[in-house]
């Protein structure tokens, strides 16, 4: 079983629509954090958090919202779809990185497929 | 702000060649991991290899290893005897070690692999 869970794998919906995205993990990291993947882009933070009670805005947080509802979940929320939320989302834990052999990297999800028409 | 440069959009190889895949970053900090992360056609994120930037010597896993120039601020990633399987896109990372950075990632290489 994958360390890192997303669902849903691949969702089709329509704007306006209100998305939800989860994630859970078993690698027992603080650190969460939501990517979003667009051709020719990259990877771009959305949201981050560092523990449950620890909730940052990345780079392009406009549009999304996320809840950190225990150590293990981190989801993310589309209020309100519009096209160009159309992307592959990335949710990926990490240690802290003063933790014995860390070095901060990133341990990801398999990505969920977004398609807002 | 830290910004990674991969200004290589696609790149190809022939099977068992070799390929460099480019890297530069933007920093004024002397403490700092950089990664590279392969994303195959399954879309998952794959920790290829690392660097501190502290280690002078360059990473080496099997046939991954990397050519890191710290006054130069480059991070290339060298894939010898390529095979079908190397195919995917390749993200070149930055993180400051210290305190709550993130990593910050480049915009991808495309690898082919010509068989």
């Known amino acids: 079983d994958a360390d890192v869970t997303q669902t849903p794998r691949n969702r089709i919906t329509k704007t306006g629509k209100r998305i939800m995205l989860e994630c859970s993990q078993t690698k027992g990291h603080d650190r969460m954090y939501w990517y979003r993947q667009d051709p020719g882009l990259g990877l771009r933070l959305i949201y981050y958090?560092?523990?449950?009670?620890?909730?940052n805005k990345g780079e392009i947080s406009d549009g999304y919202s996320v809840s950190r509802q225990a150590q293990a979940k981190f989801s993310l929320s589309l209020e309100s779809a519009i096209p160009n939320q159309t992307a592959l989302y990335f949710c990926a834990t990490s240690q802290h990185p003063s933790s014995e052999g860390s070095s901060g990297e990133l341990f990801f999800g398999e990505g969920s497929r977004l398609t807002v028409l | 702000a830290q910004t990674v440069t991969q200004s290589q959009p696609e790149m190809s190889v022939q099977e068992a060649e070799t390929v460099t895949l480019s890297c530069t970053y933007d920093?004024?900090?002397?403490?700092?991991?950089l990664f590279w992360y392969k994303q195959p056609p399954s879309r998952q994120m794959i920790l290829v290899i690392r660097?501190?930037?502290?280690?002078?010597q360059n990473a080496t896993e099997n046939r991954f290893s990397v050519n890191f120039q710290k006054a130069a601020k480059s991070f290339s990633l060298k894939i010898s005897d390529s095979q079908l399987g190397d195919a995917a896109m390749y993200f070149c990372?930055?993180?400051?070690?210290?305190?709550?950075?993130?990593?910050?990632f480049g915009t991808g290489t495309r690898l082919t692999i010509i068989p």
């Open positions: 920093t004024s900090e002397s403490d700092y991991y």
């Open positions: 958090s560092f523990d449950v009670k620890d909730i």
């Open positions: 660097q501190e930037a502290y280690k002078q």
């Open positions: 990372a930055y993180r400051i070690n210290f305190g709550n950075e993130k990593l910050t």
